[in-house]
């Protein structure tokens, strides 16, 4: 086996609506080919929303890919590793590999970062890149869309203050830090 590297979030492509299937297909190939060691998640990136019917909410809700045809996946590539995630049944590619043997190129931590923060995924290394007076916009629940500036960050708790404007004036809002993102 090859010398373990870093790991780092790609982008596994797939057809649209078949994201789940190969999600499980690829859990299934990480077990049966010992692949624990170098991959290490699979996600497809899904938000519950409403179901909606002549404009107004069923109380039904559904789930919705918000990256259709594609998976993440957390992984230290290497030319088996490589071989056996585009091999898996329904991988339709990796993107960044341009071909010719090239390896594909890893997704950088601040595009991945509002991926796993909308699914929950929130690791203290995120904190890092977070500072009191940061400008900041809400990417879930009632204020999403909001934008703001950071009063306080509580990593034990994971609460953040954020200054937003409301009626123009100052308002302080408690939000989850997996809530926000950089702008």
């Known amino acids: 086996m090859a010398e373990l590297g870093d790991k780092h979030w790609y982008i596994v492509t797939t057809y649209s ?9 690829l859990r299934k190939r990480i077990k049966t080919l010992n692949l624990e060691d170098y991959i290490f998640d699979v996600l497809v990136a899904e938000q519950e929303v ?4 002549d404009g107004l909410p069923t109380g039904k809700t559904k789930m919705k890919n918000l990256f259709p045809g594609n998976i993440f996946v957390e992984m230290i590539m290497t030319d088996k590793v490589w071989y056996d995630v585009r091999n898996t049944p329904g991988v339709t ?5 341009a ?5 594909p190129t890893p997704v950088s931590k601040e595009e991945i970062e509002p991926v796993l923060k909308r699914m929950g995924k929130v ?4 904190y890092d890149n977070y500072n009191v007076g940061d400008s900041v916009r809400i ?3 009632t204020l999403e869309g ?3 500036k950071i009063l306080s960050i509580d990593k034990e708790t994971g609460a953040c203050r954020v200054e937003t404007v409301f009626f123009g004036r100052a308002t302080p809002v408690d939000v989850d830090f997996s809530d926000i993102e950089r702008i």
């Not at 994201?19 to 297909?25: C, G, R």
């Not at 409403?50 to 019917?53: E, H, Q």
């Not at 690791?123 to 995120?126: A, K, L, N, T, V």
């Open 17 to 25: 609506q078949h994201e789940n299937k190969v999600a499980d297909n």
């Open 99 to 103: 071909g010719g043997g090239q390896k």
């Open 146 to 148: 909001t934008e703001g």
């Open 123 to 126: 690791d203290i290394s995120m």
């Open 139 to 141: 990417i879930k629940g």
């Open 93 to 97: 590619g990796i993107a960044g590999s």
């Open 50 to 53: 409403p179901v909606m019917k």
